[in-house]
């Protein structure tokens, strides 16, 4: 649509450098994916439009990874444990299904770290054995992996790899941990691993229940709400924002939900919320994360479709926002996993979503794709001093790393049959 200089343009008589750079703006947002990133090799002034992120924001774009052997990047995958950490994606597990049907057919065992800034894969050995359809999240500089299925047997485990020594151990735990299942959710609050729901593989064994454990005592709590919990679920979407955790969806055994639910984790209050606005349609195996005050959830699927959707949710308002761009796709992506990566150099932050099934390929997925963040998302009571987003300062983030260093704390982010049905709690019963 452009031509590679000026050239073209000025022996017909028009000369770029006379276009509004608001006009130019308009041109480029109705460009294809492709020809809009090859627009800022044109000129200095159409290079200095196409960094403008109001031209990026609502855009899913697809990593163009630097070519490597297949050894060292995943092959396509469901439901893998995944964790943003500084500018590294970090994968582990997860598994394919056999062609046209939901069989798994085999669950990984390779742990992946992925630089969000050359875009290179790197293989990570470790001793974690294999394991899918389980949860990770960050404390103190380590990957902490709970839950999930490894081919033959449901686990309630904790394995713990840490980032700085690549070293990986099973963690031994006290008190009373959640009986073994896959397909739970794990969020960190202070110094707590809080987990809800999941389902232990039969077609009777969906769970309700929310357990904490205690990173440095490494024990294990069953939490005793004082009002009534959701419905049993997997496959669901949890978060957490002040002293809350958020539960959204998921599938009951009987049906696809759409509910959202609060608990208060310092009084143990369970809350079904009543929202406004465009509550996405009930779904399961999406993912969500939190920017701000806003949690984002994309896609899943409900059974009869895949969903190719963004939905917004403001904790402040209570009000879902169906977010679309008319010019570009959203992926159709379920069994996904998402995390938000921030751009310290330029200040911006990202979801950052790999693998998954896509509904438009009906294939395992092995892309990794970006969503630029809006800066509206986040409050000006969360800028730091040096006015910038907490954290996305360089400066911030690093004083960060040095308290988490000295005082230890994270700042901030039944026995099985040897195969089954992969997620069967939401194929055998219709």
Known sequence: MFANNNEVTAAQGIDMQAFPEELLMEVMQQLPLRELKQVSGVSRQLRRVARDRKLWEGIFQVDEAVPQTSEETPTGR????????????????????????????????????????????????????????????????????????????????????????????????????????????????????????GWSGTETQWYNDTSRFNFRTKEWQLIQPTTPPPSARTSHVAVVHGNSMFVFGGYSGDRYLNDLWELNLETNTWTELTTCGSRPEPRSRCCAAVYGNTMYVLGGWNKSAYYSDL???????????????????????????????????????????????????????????????????????????????????????????????????????????????ADDMETTRA
């Open 78 to 197: 469901l439901w893998c444990a995944s964790a943003v950490v500084e500018d590294s994606l970090y994968l582990y597990g997860g598994h394919t299904v056999e062609a046209d049907t939901n069989l798994i057919e085999f669950v990984k065992n390779d742990l992946f770290q992925y630089n969000l800034v050359t875009k290179q894969w790197t293989k990570l050995e470790h001793e974690m054995g294999k394991k899918t359809e389980l949860k990770c999240v960050v404390w103190d500089n380590s990957l902490w992996f709970v839950g999930g299925y490894n081919g033959e047997t449901y686990t309630n485990e904790i394995r713990k790899y840490d980032i700085a020594t690549k070293a990986s151990t099973l963690v031994p735990v006290t008190g009373n941990p959640f009986s073994p299942r896959s397909a739970l959710t794990a969020v960190v609050w202070k110094d707590y691993l809080v987990t809800f729901g």
């Open 311 to 421: 939905h917004a949710y403001d904790f402040e308002t209570r009000r879902w926002t169906k977010i679309s761009n008319p010019n570009y796709e959203i992926p159709a992506l379920s069994q996904y996993s998402m995390g938000v990566a921030h751009d310290l150099r330029h200040e911006r932050s990202y979801l950052v979503m790999y693998g998954g099934y896509d509904g438009r390929a009906k294939a395992c997925s092995e892309t990794v794709h970006r969503y630029l963040l809006p800066t509206e998302a986040v409050s000006i009571e969360e800028n730091c001093t040096h006015g910038r987003i907490q954290e996305c300062c360089l400066r911030c983030s690093s004083a960060a790393q040095v308290e988490a260093s000295t005082s230890n704390k994270k700042k901030m982010p039944v026995r099985s049959p040897s195969f089954r049905l």
